[in-house]
């Protein structure tokens, strides 16, 4: 059975060496910038975004787990609009688990959980090259709001 849970203090550190990591491999690969670079801005984002680690206010981050397997993947996200919208910044269900399901499963579970508690809208970003989590999002009826454009003037 999967079910979600906050992330305890202890865990934070993992799951902030793994969000660098892959962060900062999106990061090099949308703007063109070293590795160094990238690690060094997703780094500094993460500090800002929460400077609380796992307590800071309107975030909440979770550990995806699955019985007998344990955690097979994190949840994190913020509340925002009052209270009426979550944006999900980050969702991964580690590489081992893909492709069984959990990750339609981990969404299922996170609007229940929402549900009761008034919020109305889940909000996210999805890369444009991200087809697995994009067919994801539009299976279980997300739509499109519009289009994040960039050019590069200088790195
Ligand atoms: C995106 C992600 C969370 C999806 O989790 P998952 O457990 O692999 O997804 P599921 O097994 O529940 O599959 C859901 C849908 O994804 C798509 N999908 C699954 N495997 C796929 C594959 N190998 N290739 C393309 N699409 C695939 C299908 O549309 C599938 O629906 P279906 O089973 O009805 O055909 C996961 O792949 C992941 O962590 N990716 C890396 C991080 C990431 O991209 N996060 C999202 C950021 S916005």
């Known amino acids: 059975m999967?079910?979600?849970?906050?992330?305890?203090?202890t865990e934070f550190s993992k799951y902030r060496d793994y969000f660098i990591v892959d962060y900062a491999q999106e990061i090099a690969a949308n703007f063109g910038y070293s590795i160094e670079k990238s690690s060094a801005i997703a780094a500094k984002e993460l500090a800002d975004?929460?400077?609380?680690?796992v307590t800071t206010p309107d975030n909440f981050l979770l550990c995806i787990e699955e019985s007998n397997k344990g955690t097979i993947g994190y949840l994190w996200y913020k509340q925002i609009d009052a209270g009426t919208s979550v944006f999900i910044l980050?969702?991964?269900i580690?590489?081992?688990f893909r492709g069984l399901g959990y990750g339609k499963a981990t969404?299922?579970?996170?609007?229940?959980?929402?549900?009761?508690?008034?919020?109305?809208?889940i909000k996210l970003?999805?890369?444009?090259?991200n087809i697995r989590a994009f067919g994801l999002y539009q299976k279980l009826g997300f739509s499109i709001t519009g289009y994040n454009m960039i050019k590069i003037l200088a790195e």
């Not at 999967?2 to 305890?8: A, D, G, K, V, Y």
């Not at 970003?125 to 090259?129: G, T």
């Open 2 to 9: 999967l079910t979600l849970r906050p992330m305890q203090p």
């Open 49 to 53: 975004d929460l400077p609380q680690n």
């Open 90 to 92: 980050d969702f991964v």
């Open 94 to 96: 580690l590489e081992a």
């Open 107 to 121: 969404l299922t579970a996170l609007e229940e959980q929402l549900a009761p508690s008034g919020v109305e809208q």
């Open 125 to 129: 970003r999805v890369a444009y090259d």
